[in-house]
């Protein structure tokens, strides 16, 4: 099971996701049950994270499933 905290500033929700007996890591995408907003979790017995919808690192392809990393920003900084 992955215990964590809602990444959504301002809101004090606890992500609770069971692990199962599936192939780790494992990405899902669920709502927050406190604030409603959308969340990606990565499921991992070593490394789990939460992410908001904006900042989840992946672009998804939803007829596939497949996910892909996000380019980083063009342009200086």
Known sequence: MVIGSCPYD??????????????LPKFVKHDCED?????????SRIDPESWTEEDFPFDVDEETKQLTP????KGGA
């Open 10 to 23: 301002g809101c004090d929700g606890i992500v609770w996701q069971g692990v199962g007996d599936v192939p």
């Open 35 to 43: 604030c409603g907003r959308t969340i990606w979790t990565k499921l």
């Open 70 to 73: 996000k380019s980083a920003p």
